[in-house]
């Protein structure tokens, strides 16, 4: 019998095959596969059955959400709108963005629809310089404000060299995404025209300015599935005081501005707000001592419940329906 020869070395087996003279019975039982051909493509098929069926599961069960990522001391949220689009407000200081990206959006989505830089500060843009190397990103959305550091000028390369739509919004503006809305509340068009100045030194787009960069932070909501959060960049006390007249900062989940520091949160604009959550994006035993304790205590104070990036890492809210 020939399945007996089987379980000899191969080196014996083969003198023994050279001995006999028949090379023809060797080479076909070390070369012919047990499984058919049939059966080799009826495997090949059942795979990539099954692959379609969990991509396809993958597609019409994926759930709305909002991360608030993790990136140290500085912003950055990724938002998944059901099932096609990705956007992306801030990106951290470094690389560290990527790691959120990789652990919340789907392997095999490499696009981001919309990226948004609330301002000009490298805790807050700094990521996007390495997302536009992994990342066909479509559009991106900034503040106006001009910076003159070599972080920022990279950023502005980029986005040339890779031809991305680059746009300025202002208060009053919205945007409507299938299952989303994003309204800007600041900053005013007047603001800019009263505080800042073309430079043709500068990007043929921006404007340069001698107030603090963090003024002209992108402040808007973005609304799904009945859920409204308010993102505040690093925007000042006496900024968010300019907003407490609008009915519009009334949110479920606000973005505390700047980290956390006790010269951002306005205690009249927190009450308009009335969150239930308020998500605090710092790094762990940072410098500044960011979260400031009075602010902790005008949120504990108010029963807003507190979510710190620093104690939980990356924070979701997800919207199944």
Not at 156 to 165: E, F, M, N, Q, V
Not at 200 to 211: E, I, M, N, V, Y
């Amino acid at each position: 019998m020939i399945l007996p020869d089987l379980v000899h070395p191969p080196s014996r087996f083969n003198r023994d095959c050279e001995r006999t003279g028949d090379r023809e019975i060797f080479n076909n039982l070390m070369f012919e596969s047990p499984l058919s051909k049939f059966s080799l493509f009826l495997s090949l098929f059942l795979s990539l059955l099954i692959l379609i069926v969990i991509l396809s599961a993958s597609l019409l069960s994926d759930p709305a959400k909002v991360v608030f990522c993790d990136v140290g001391q500085g912003d950055a949220a990724y938002i998944r709108i059901k099932n096609h689009t990705d956007i992306l407000v801030d990106a951290g200081p470094e690389r560290k963005i990527l790691d959120c990206l990789g652990k919340y959006m789907p392997f095999y989505d490499r696009t981001i629809e919309l990226a948004i830089v609330s301002h000009p500060q490298k805790d807050h843009f700094g990521g996007l310089v390495y997302i536009l190397d992994r990342y066909d990103t479509k559009k991106i959305w900034m503040s106006e404000i001009y910076n003159s550091s070599k972080t920022f000028a990279t950023l502005l390369d980029k986005i040339a060299t890779k031809d991305i739509l680059l746009e300025y919004p202002k208060a009053g503006e919205t945007a409507d995404l299938s299952r989303a809305k994003i309204e800007f509340l600041w900053p005013s068009n007047d603001f800019l025209l009263a505080n800042s100045v073309i430079d043709p030194a500068t990007h043929s787009q921006l404007r340069r300015s001698g107030k603090d960069p963090n003024d002209f932070s992108l402040i808007f909501t973005f609304s799904t599935d009945g859920n409204i959060f308010l993102f505040t960049g690093d925007a000042s006390a006496s900024i968010l005081n300019k907003l407490s007249n609008q009915s519009k900062i009334k949110s479920d989940i606000l973005k505390i501005p700047h980290h956390g520091s006790k010269y951002a949160l306005a205690v009249e604009f927190l009450e308009l707000a009335d969150p239930r959550y308020g998500v605090i994006s710092v790094g762990s035993k940072n410098s500044y001592g960011h979260p400031a304790p009075e602010v902790l205590k005008s949120l504990e104070e108010r029963k807003i419940i507190i979510r710190r990036t620093d104690k939980e890492g990356d924070i979701i809210f997800n919207f199944p329906n």
